[in-house]
């Protein structure tokens, strides 16, 4: 099957589906610049609430890995990084290692001031959506290593149907070569043994075992009671009572293809196989989206039950609710009614049309989030900050 898509010259990911310039902030407080460069220029903001300045050990490695891997998503053409420039690792040393894969400039707020970043950023980017028009069209392409993430959030009784709706076309993806990319590991827990057996080697078993034992560990060390949590309050109003229930139906959205590799939160797919790979991330929407983004995704399909308007800058979010009651009071957050399989419309019918919704999405169609202008991104953070 083919589709049209934005050549990259990439090993892994061949082709991106959007051709964005984005304006990154490496640090909060480069926020209000950041902001004020992609609303003058009509580029996506990467805004997020801390940096590697005053964060220690594996905290800001995973800052800077993930801003690294979110701008080497095959769906950004282009980037311009901005922050303070006494950051740990600032904008000068995070374009460093993007200049050989990406067009990237960067400035710093102390060097220039903010209102002359604001108006050489303006400048910046401008030039960047030129270049990024002017040297890029969409050409036809095999669907081959398309990649696609796989989230569900706000999930009640009916997310199990939507769940399997998904999981259908994991397998039609991966079939075709595809990759498909999972993350929500406090969300697996209940249902772990049955992805070690789809594991394809005992390697790959082994660290997914690990990741999600140290996931336990690390959530029973502060409380022993999840109730609130997971699941949270409105999974428990939509009708999920335990996290094995909730676990369900988040593995049944895997489907049942082979699980290649597991990465670590903020880290790229580096192997073209395809199947299924794993990112360990938190349940939590936002900064699970982002780890999808920065693990490559091209797009991302998110099951919700009781709705979730949320999208990530760099990589259309497909969402899709088995619940009609959402459906219709959030259509403006959703891309498709998967309702009719709790009324005995085959699962296979809905899957053919999620697909359709897919290629579509794929060769330029775009999503409700992205009408809307959703820009959510947050990286994930597990110690102090000083």
Request: glycine letters at 10%.
């Amino acid at each position: 099957m083919r589709i049209k898509v934005y050549p990259r010259r990439d090993s892994v990911f061949r082709f991106g589906i959007r051709n964005k310039v984005i304006v990154v902030s490496v640090g909060a407080s480069a926020n209000h610049a950041v902001r004020q460069i992609a609303r003058r220029t009509g580029s996506a903001a990467l805004v997020h609430d801390k940096g590697t300045d005053g964060e220690l050990g594996e905290d800001a490695e995973i800052t800077k890995r993930t801003i690294i891997n979110t701008v080497l998503n095959p769906n950004v053409y282009g980037a311009l990084l901005v922050g303070l420039g006494d950051e740990r690792y600032n904008a000068n040393d995070i374009a460093s290692e993007l200049e050989r894969f990406k067009h990237v400039s960067w400035l710093h707020v102390q060097e220039i001031g903010e209102r002359t970043t604001i108006t050489k950023g303006v400048r910046l980017i401008k030039e960047l959506k030129k270049e990024a028009a002017e040297s890029s069209t969409r050409q036809s392409k095999d669907i081959s290593g398309l990649t696609v993430g796989v989230k569900c959030g706000a999930s009640d009784y009916t997310s199990v149907f939507a769940n399997a709706v998904v999981g259908l076309l994991v397998d039609r993806v991966v079939s075709m070569g595809g990759r498909i990319v999972f993350t929500e590991t406090p969300e697996l827990i209940g249902m772990e043994s049955h992805l070690y057996r789809r594991c394809i080697s005992r390697g790959t078993a082994k660290k997914l075992k690990a990741v999600i034992q140290e996931n336990i560990r690390g959530i029973l060390s502060y409380s022993r009671s999840w109730i609130g949590a997971q699941p949270n309050y409105g999974n428990i109003r939509g009708g999920i009572t335990t996290i094995e229930e909730k676990s369900a139906g988040a593995v049944l959205k895997t489907g049942t293809s082979k699980i290649i590799d597991v990465l670590r939160y903020g880290e790229r797919i580096e192997r073209r196989e395809p199947g299924v790979y794993f990112v360990d991330g938190p349940g939590f929407d936002v900064p699970a989206i982002t780890a999808l983004a920065a693990s490559g995704c091209h797009a991302k399909i998110f099951t919700t039950g009781s709705g979730e308007p949320i999208g990530s800058p760099v990589s259309p979010t497909i969402k899709v609710t088995a619940n009609n009651k959402t459906y219709n009071i959030m259509r403006d957050n959703m891309d498709l009614d998967l309702s009719p399989a709790l009324s005995g419309v085959q699962l296979n019918e809905l899957a053919e049309k999620l697909f359709i919704l897919l290629k579509e999405t794929v060769n330029g169609r775009l999503t409700a989030a992205e009408r809307a202008a959703h820009e959510d991104f947050a990286i994930l953070k597990n110690g102090p900050t000083l």
